[in-house]
C-alpha cells in the first residue's frame, strides 16, 4: 500500500534531530489538540525545532512545539503557539519509556509531524545525545559516501 492510498501526508520534519541526537528507538503518538491548531497543521504551521517531550504524572506531554495562530479566526479563539501538548501513547509505551528516561537518561524528541488518515500524528524518539566527535564521524561517512557515488557513477 502507498503512502497516498493510507493518506499519510508529512507536516513537519525534525532534520536537525538526527544530527544532534543518536536514535534509539521510535514511537507512534496522537496529540490532543484543539481546532485551529488542527486548521494551522493542516495548513502546514508547525515548527519542531525546539521540541522534547516530558514524562510527568504517567503521561507525556510535548513541550515548546511551535504551531502558528489561525489566521482565518478571530483572535479570541486562537490558541497559545508554543502551550504544552499531551501526547497520547498507549499505557504500555508509557510504562516502557518511563523506565528507559529515567534508568538510561534518554530524552524524548519529536522527529515528525504528519497527518494518517486524518489525524495529526507524531513520531517521537528515545534518544541519546551525540558527542562532537561523534557528529564529525558522520559529517566525515557522509562525504565518502557522496564521493563513492560519485566515482561509480564516472566508472
Given at each position: ?10 507536516i513537519?520534519?525534525n532534520?536537525?534531530a538526527?544530527y544532534?541526537y ?9 496529540i490532543?489538540?484543539t ?14 525545532q525546539?521540541?522534547?517531550a516530558l514524562l ?7 513541550i ?6 489561525y489566521t482565518?479566526?478571530?483572535q ?16 504500555d509505551?508509557?510504562?516502557k ?5 529515567e534508568?538510561q537518561?534518554l ?6 509531524m ?5 489525524w495529526v ?6 534518544a541519546?545525545g551525540k ?5 564529525r564521524?558522520?559529517?566525515?561517512k557522509?562525504q565518502d ?7 561509480m557513477?564516472?566508472?
Amino acid at each position: 500500500m502507498s503512502e497516498k492510498s493510507e493518506g499519510y501526508k508529512v507536516i513537519s520534519d525534525n532534520r536537525q534531530a538526527r544530527y544532534l541526537y543518536e536514535i534509539l528507538e521510535t514511537y507512534e503518538a496522537g496529540i490532543q489538540l484543539t481546532g485551529t491548531e488542527v486548521k494551522s497543521i493542516r495548513a502546514g504551521k508547525a515548527n519542531l525545532q525546539d521540541g522534547y517531550a516530558l514524562l510527568r504524572d504517567g503521561e507525556a506531554w510535548l513541550i515548546n512545539v511551535h504551531i502558528s495562530p489561525y489566521t482565518a479566526s478571530g483572535q479570541y479563539f486562537n490558541h497559545e503557539p508554543r502551550r504544552t501538548r499531551k501526547l497520547l501513547l498507549r499505557r504500555d509505551e508509557l510504562r516502557k519509556l518511563i523506565g528507559k528516561v529515567e534508568q538510561q537518561g534518554l530524552t524524548l524528541i519529536p522527529l515528525k509531524m504528519y497527518l494518517k488518515r486524518g489525524w495529526v500524528k507524531i513520531s517521537i524518539a528515545l534518544a541519546k545525545g551525540k558527542k562532537i566527535h561523534d557528529k564529525r564521524e558522520d559529517i566525515k561517512k557522509r562525504q565518502d559516501q557522496r564521493e563513492m557515488q560519485r566515482a561509480m557513477k564516472v566508472y
